[in-house]
Nanobody, 113 residues
Framework: QVRLVESGGGLVQPGGSLRLSCAAS??????MGWYRQAPGKQRELVAT???????NYADSVKGRFTISRDNAKNTVYLQMNSLKPEDTAVYYC?????????WGQGTQVTVSS
């Protein structure tokens, strides 16, 4: 059974930092990534990383967020720095595997003073 477990969300002040983690199990995983959905908006890509380490970022987070992965642990991370109120959203992990694609349950990130 493919499973994703996310952690690391929370409340942070503008300019602060958070680190999200997503541990995957139950398959062999290819590309992994983070998406987010703010209230009233569609889910959007934040960042993705291939098994070889190639990364892709949304323009809105370039220079502030860093995606990385530990292939031995099947875990993907999202280091978020210089957070802004507009980064407030539910953040979802996604992992592509040999049987398809899996979403995590989501973790809330709130940036507010």
């Amino acid at each position: 059974q493919v499973r994703l477990v996310e952690s690391g969300g929370g409340l942070v002040q503008p300019g602060g930092s958070l680190r999200l983690s997503c541990a995957a199990s139950g398959s062999i995983f290819n590309a992994m990534g983070w998406y987010r959905q703010a209230p009233g908006k569609q889910r959007e890509l934040v960042a993705t990383i291939t098994g070889g380490g190639s990364t892709n970022y949304a323009d809105s987070v370039k220079g502030r967020f860093t995606i990385s992965r530990d292939n031995a642990k099947n875990t993907v991370y999202l280091q978020m720095n210089s957070l802004k109120p507009e980064d407030t959203a539910v953040y979802y992990c996604n992992a592509e595997h040999v049987f398809g694609s899996k979403w995590g349950q989501g973790t809330q990130v709130t940036v507010s003073s």
